[in-house]
């Protein structure tokens, strides 16, 4: 059974004239260890479609499953528990909350589930040892490169082990060097993991780092 499959997915926003379609009719199966970039330029859908994948929005049409279990049957509570559990985001802002250390930061996705426990802390630690920040456990993001701050957004996606780990646009706002280092880093970690990791971008650089390519051309998604 793939793990994440879209079949027949299309996305539209009402506006006050016709609708603007986004999506058209997408399908797309992956399994546990595959990882796929989909490009396409500025305003072609793919955080539309990022946003699908990472139940963040509703398709208007088609389905999409993530071990086996449609998320949008699901009520609010049961899928905010699910997001958590199952699907980890690195986003182009790092998101980091100013006032927390990096341990902390990673820690951000497990509060919602009360106080992290010893496996929890001892897990961030060594999240974050394996993104190379093993000295900068206590620094606070404005104390950290950009780099070294997109390093602790992936530890922190990695938090709980996600079935599906989303990238958009992860390397954005890093010069050449970093943005390098970011792309082997989500790769690897990934095929530890052995998650699936979906990246969309419009770098042609991050994307020849992938598995796999796939474009977005006026609402379809082509291999690319
Ligand atoms: P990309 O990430 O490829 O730059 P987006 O997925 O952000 O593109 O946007 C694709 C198109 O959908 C754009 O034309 C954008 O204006 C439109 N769009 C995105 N989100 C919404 C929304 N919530 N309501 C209306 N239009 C939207
Ligand atoms: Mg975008």
Redesign the pocket.
Known sequence: MPELKLDGVSKS???RREP?V?LRNISLELQSGQNLAIV????????????LMGTL?TPTEGTITLCGENPFTLDEPQLAHFRNRRIGFVFQEHHLLPQLSALENVLIPSLAEGAPDDAMISRARTLLERVGLSERLEHRPAELSGGERQRVGIARALIHTPSLLLA??PTGNLDRTAARGITELLVQLQQQEETILVV?T?SVELANGLQRRMA?DNGNLCEA
């Open positions: 926003f009402p506006t603007l986004v396409g330029p500025s305003g072609s859908g793919k955080s539309t479609l990022l946003h929005d958009d646009e969309v419009h977005l």
